[in-house]
Each structure stands twice: as C-alpha cells, then as structure tokens.
C-alpha cells in the first residue's frame, strides 16, 4: 500500500512520514485493497485559531468506495490521530457493509426534498478540470477561493449514495440517480433524516 503525504503551507519533515507509516499500517487490516493513502498536511497561520491550526486529510483508494476523514488540532501529529480514528471507524463500517451485503437489507434512512431551490446555485471556476485533479482559483478580486475537483460517475442507488456519503464524512453527496440517470444530490437533515434533491435535465426551460 503506497502512502503519499503531501503539506500544503508546512514542510513535511522525514520524522512525521515515518510516523504517519507506523500510524497508517492499521489500515491495511481493514482495507487489505487500498492502492494508495493520500494525506494532507496543512497549516493555518491566523494566531487565533491556534488550537485547529494543523489540519491533516486522509483518503483511501482502492477499487471500492473512497474512504476520507479528516480533522483539526494544535499540531499535526494530534490532528492525524484524531483523522486517522475518524477513518478507521468508516473502514470498519465498509467491512461490515460487505459482509452484510448479502443479508438483510438496512432500514432505508427518510427521504425528504428541500422545501425550495436555493436562490443561487454556486459559481465554479472556469478552468477545465481534470479528473482527480485539484484546482484552486480565486473568484475575481475577492479573497473568495474556489476549490474544485472532478470525481468518476457512476450510476447508484439512493441507499449507496448516503453509504457513500458517511465514508467520505460529508454533509451532502452528488451522485447519478440509477432510476433515472440524472444527477442527484443527497443531504443530511436535521434529526438523523437525510433530504434528495433531484434534477431533471430534460425539462426545457421556459422562454
């Protein structure tokens, strides 16, 4: 299993890789597929948020889902402690999925749709993007910072979509609809329900 460790406003010294490879050889007992761990070493200077200035992100490939968790603390070693349990816990959760995969299906989460459209959809950048590549971007003279990145889609189900979702420990999820084959986005609500917004391209729109 490859680790890359990447910093972003910090230099990644030899002594913290040699500690993430210790940390990170839990994983391999969990995930015996993953490919590559990609992590994310980042710093923010603002003096008042000290105590969350370290910033570490962890992600997992391999040929299933991508497995993320990230967290915040006073130093990068804290801070990869604090992701790394995050990740853990949705690996063990990917295992078990599996194993059950061919039991009972799981209780299906309430589904309900936002009362209204959002007044704005967001701006994007208008640099091409290329699949797995990340691209940051300023939005014209503003200290706005654009972040996008282009993901393989594939068409699932609504219940794969939210299984997705918690492994990437996200609050929404844009997948392809597999009823209808258009694009969706599932949320999480208030009171442990989820939301599903819809989007039907073939509506024309009106002059």
Known sequence: MEIAVTGRHWDVSAKFRDHV?????????????????????????????????????????????????????????????????KLLERLRRARDRRKDHRGNAARRPVLEPLPFPPDEPPVAPETPVALGEVVEVALGDSPVVIREKVYPARPMTIDDALYEMELVGHPFFLFIDAETNQPAVVYIRRGWTYGVIKLDSTVSAAV
Do not use: F
Request: aromatic letters at 2%.
């Open 21 to 85: 490879d210790s940390k990170l050889a839990k994983i391999e007992q969990l995930a015996p597929r993953a490919q590559r761990v990609d992590v994310l070493v980042s710093r923010e200077a603002n003096p008042r948020q000290a105590e969350t200035s370290d910033r570490v992100e962890l992600t997992v490939v391999d040929k299933g889902p991508v497995v993320r968790a990230e967290a915040s603390a006073s130093d990068p070693y804290a801070a990869l402690d604090l992701a790394l349990d």
